[in-house]
């Protein structure tokens, strides 16, 4: 249902939101997952590449690079998240999901691509502020579109496993690692210049999948395009009964939402809802932004130089270590996920980000005082990360689905850059710094910094979450343009 206004500050009615809701899983919800979040899969096996290579980069016939210097390039790599983000984020929302699905992804392809002809500090700096500045864009677009295009039961457990997805990647990564690394093989300064080239290739695959992808019908709707927004509706529910050999009929108790016809927000009209109106689900967000991000570029990133510097593990042997962190990271969100839609956000969110805190607390106590071995260390961060794995998948989850829809994408991109600025920017450079120093008293320090910062987001959740599930985005927070 969808009447077409008179004019265009007319308002009107429409059932659209209501019939995506309603919609059984079909065909176009697997190509709209795979298309999508795909990127994920890539960018996991990237950036486990990336932690993997990071003691090789250091050897003198490499590129002869310190820690710091490591750190500073993960830095590098996450203001470009950060700056992409927020570029790309605003233009998501302005000018349409679609597009940028396909500007975003290309500039993370050459990113990655530049990087494995990096020469000095310098050019691989750059060339990951670039791939970084790509994947931000990527968050604001897919995360947007996915939550916007899902039906509302199903949400908390797609978005965490297309969030969740990265692990795959990263598992694949660490995989790759030891043949890419191992000199028997491979020069030690032409694997890891491999390992990238082929990620950027393999990326390019991704281009064709995503042009099956429609502009989300509830931006389109927002932005004056209602005919567009019925046709692609009318379209995926002919495929869904098609699929389903039966007729999609209406939900029953469907109501219409009446909106006003807009096609462009000042950035004033955007902003001003996150401090005013939606104030708490604001510092909501960015708390648990910040802890997530802190975590894991704290551990994630510098493993490997932990490895090496504690427990003499061999630079080419550290992917196998990583093999199982992404094991856990995939099976946390695959696992829990459905518990966020039926036992709800908030008391999973909590506990979730508890229960990974007091693990990383206890980890970072039996480090210090030697109790640990390299494989001991390895098996209590993967079953930390199987928790908080899940508890980084719904923080994307929540910032994507408590604000309307004409600031999401941009919401997304602003706690994004948020969590990535405060905890995700320092905690690499910090611990490269705690790293060089060679105190486990020193490390021990940071890693309750970690999980106090987990803790925090616990209780915040557990003051101010949102009950978001199994409830329609407009439920949730209603449009801008709504004319009620």
């Known amino acids: ?5 008179a004019a265009s500050h007319d308002s009107f009615e429409t059932l659209i939101p209501a019939r995506l809701d309603r919609l059984p899983w079909t065909q176009f919800h697997c190509l709209l997952v795979i298309g999508l979040g795909i990127t994920w899969v890539l960018d996991g096996l990237e950036i486990t590449l990336m932690s993997a290579v990071s003691a090789v980069l250091q050897r003198p016939d490499v590129l002869h690079f310190t820690a710091a210097e490591v750190g500073f390039i993960s830095s590098c790599y996450l203001t470009g998240a950060v700056l992409g983000s927020l570029a790309f984020g605003y233009l998501t929302d302005r000018f349409g999901r679609r597009l940028f699905f396909f500007v975003s992804l290309s ?37 947007s579109a996915i939550d916007e295009l899902i039906p509302a039961r199903l949400r908390g457990r797609i978005d965490l496993l297309v969030n969740g997805s990265y692990w795959l ?25 491999l390992g990238f080239g082929i990620g950027a290739t393999i990326g390019l695959m991704i281009i064709p999948l995503r042009t099956f992808i429609p502009e989300s019908p509830r931006w389109l709707l927002t932005h004056g395009r209602g005919k567009e927004a019925e046709a692609t509706v009318a379209e995926i529910e002919r495929m869904a009964a ?6 999609i009929e ?15 927000f000042g950035l004033g009209e955007i902003l001003k809802p996150l401090i005013t109106q939606y104030r708490s689900r604001s510092i909501l967000a960015a708390v648990l932004m910040i802890a997530q991000a802190f975590v894991y570029n704290a551990i994630f990133f510098t493993y490997a130089m932990v490895l090496s510097r504690f427990y003499g593990v061999p630079p080419n042997t550290t992917g196998i270590y990583l093999l199982p962190f992404a094991v856990g990271n995939f099976l946390g969100p695959l696992m829990l996920g459905p518990l966020f839609d039926v036992v709800g956000r908030r008391q999973m969110i909590a506990a ?9 607390m206890l980890t970072g106590w039996m480090f210090a005082r030697g109790l640990l071995s390299s494989a001991g260390q390895t ?16 923080a994307y989850l929540t910032v994507s689905e408590i604000f309307p829809l004409e600031i999401r994408a941009l919401a997304i991109a602003i706690f994004f850059s948020t969590g990535t600025a405060v905890g995700g920017i320092a905690a690499p450079w910090v611990f490269g710094k705690l790293i060089y120093v060679g105190s486990r008293i020193a490390m021990l320090y940071g890693y309750l910094l970690a999980g106090g910062l987990m803790m925090i987001a616990a209780a915040v959740e557990l003051a101010i979450g949102v009950a978001a599930e199994r409830q329609s985005l407009e ?3 209603a449009p801008l343009s709504s004319a009620d």
């Open 1 to 5: 249902m969808y009447s077409e206004p």
């Open 107 to 143: 500039l993370y392809l050459a990113g990655v691509g530049l990087t494995a002809a990096s020469w000095n500090l310098a050019s691989f700096a750059i060339f990951r502020f670039l791939t970084g500045a790509g994947i931000g864009g990527e968050y604001s677009a897919v995360n």
């Open 169 to 193: 990647g990263a598992a694949a990564g660490s995989a790759a690692t030891l043949i890419i690394l191992d000199p028997r093989l491979f020069a030690p300064n032409l694997g890891w210049r």
């Open 242 to 247: 098609a699929a389903s050999a039966r007729r």
């Open 250 to 264: 209406p939900s029953s108790r469907a109501q219409p939402i009446r909106l006003r016809m807009r096609d462009r």
């Open 352 to 360: 979730t980000y508890a229960l990974a805190a007091l693990i990383l």
């Open 379 to 394: 098996a209590l961060w993967t079953l930390m990360f199987f928790f908080a794995s899940a508890a980084a998948s719904s």
């Open 475 to 477: 439920a949730i927070a």
